[in-house]
């Protein structure tokens, strides 16, 4: 009699078992909230756009995934919004390019708590209950800095232009030059701006710079200002005596090889939020992360690799660019197939 109830339980426990991965392997269709907090580039068109492509693509492997997107330029509270907003519509995931590193902590936690996916892309978050999917930010700014002082032979006179000031992605670029250039006595950073990722205050910032410092030999620009910058060391007359980082902008990739410049540029794709959706979908399916796949300063990031533009390498970006529109930038993607590298 007790090995028939032994049995019986038994027969029970793998008939819901059975049940459960029946409904796990069901469960093909997921809803993911998309939340941009700054539409001030054609970059970050581009990074919905992407990632509403990867969504897509998801069809042909038999899953459905549905995104909301909302993108909008506000502060942080607007962006808790975002994601509020998300909550109460009961999404799955949620994907954000967030305006602060810290500040969402309070309502990632409340999606936890709803059992929502939270992963963040193009700035890392200190959240407990949220991962990051995208580059090293700091790792992007070291390459392009290594690149300018091997470009100066290590001594020079530079100015540094910014993005926007108390962003995290920011602080972390900020962060990984300054360790760069600390390395090279020689190389002197006289001053630096910030210019806001904005192609024409990096332009107003880089005339202010060259009228205060004439004599300068080279500049470490981000992207987004980087085309404005070298319109004004064009415009001054000193393009053939200034090394300077660039873009991955189509139309700035054209000029570089026109004109021939002396720069270097770090790839931030645009795909990073593609890439965050594609690790996201596979996490939802059930899938569990290696061990030890986690790092940074938070020990929640995923780094994903970081292209990089220079003379050798300018004749493939300007390929892959063929086609594209101006504002079309070098972007690459961690489809699903390699994404599986992350997880068991």
Known sequence: ??????????????????AMSGAASAQQSYKIGLSNGWVGSEWRTQMIEEAQAAAAAWKA??????VVVQSSTVDVQGQIGHVRNFVNQGVNAIIIN???????DPVFAQAKARNILVVSTDAEVSSKDAIYVG?????????????????????????TINGIAGHPANEMRVAGYREVFAKHPDIKVLNQANADWDQAKGQQAMQ?????????????VQDGMADGAWRAIDAAGKKDQTAATGEIRKDF??????????????VNPPGVMAS????????????EFKDGVFKGQYGNAIYIPIPFVDNAS????????????GYWSVTAVVTPDEAQQYFK
Do not use: C, H
């Open 1 to 18: 009699m007790v090995n028939g109830i032994t049995t019986r339980r038994g027969l029970l426990t793998a008939a819901a078992v059975l």
């Open 61 to 66: 492997k038999g899953v459905n995934v549905e």
């Open 98 to 104: 967030p305006n602060s590193p810290t500040a969402f």
């Open 135 to 159: 580059i090293d930010q700091k790792d992007w700014a070291v390459k392009s800095a290594e690149w300018l002082a091997k470009a100066l032979n290590g001594k020079g006179n530079i100015v």
């Open 208 to 220: 202010n710079l060259l009228a205060t410092y004439p004599a300068l030999n080279g500049v470490w």
């Open 253 to 266: 990739l054209t000029r570089w090889s026109e004109q021939k410049l002396n720069s270097g540029a770090s």
């Open 276 to 287: 965050a959706l594609n690790v996201a979908v596979l996490r939802l399916m059930g899938k």
């Open 314 to 325: 300018l004749p493939a970006a300007l390929k892959q660019a063929d086609g594209k529109p």
